[in-house]
């Protein structure tokens, strides 16, 4: 076996461990906080407030009606942390953007211009 196989095969290895290892700490952590705490309610909302279907459509699929349950909190997280994420990325590319069309281009170090040649 050759050195090129070896390290192949601990970089294989490797790879397999951390895709399992991360994984586990985030996807296999959810569906447990999930399983869990699927009969305890998050928070509950006060009665009145919101219309018996809505009601019924927070505390799914198993906390008590009137409450929100770790499934659709979960879920209202992760929508806004990815909103939070675009928004934070499509500000910083545009300040990016902006540094680049304030910054000028740098003066050909060899030769002319191609506004020397034109006026040449």
């Given at each position: 076996m050759g050195l090129d196989a070896t390290i192949a095969t601990y970089r294989s290895t490797f790879d397999s461990r951390a895709s399992t290892i991360r994984w586990v700490l985030t996807t296999g952590l959810k569906m447990f906080l999930q399983l869990w705490f699927s009969?305890?309610?998050?928070?509950?909302?006060?009665?009145?407030?919101?219309?018996?279907?809505?009601?019924?459509?927070?505390?799914?699929?198993?906390?008590?009606?009137?409450?929100?349950?770790?499934?659709?909190?979960s879920f209202a997280v992760g929508q806004v942390v990815a909103t939070l994420v675009a928004v934070g990325l499509w500000?910083?590319?545009?300040?990016?953007?902006?540094?680049?069309?304030?910054?000028?281009?740098?003066?050909?170090?060899?030769?002319?211009?191609?506004?020397?040649?034109?006026?040449?």
């Open positions: 009969k305890r309610p998050m928070f509950w909302i006060p009665e009145g407030w919101v219309p018996g279907v809505v009601e019924w459509g927070l505390a799914f699929p198993r906390a008590p009606r009137g409450s929100v349950s770790i499934q659709v909190w500000v910083w590319t545009q300040v990016v953007m902006a540094r680049k069309a304030t910054t000028k281009a740098p003066v050909a170090a060899m030769g002319k211009t191609a506004a020397e040649k034109k006026a040449d």
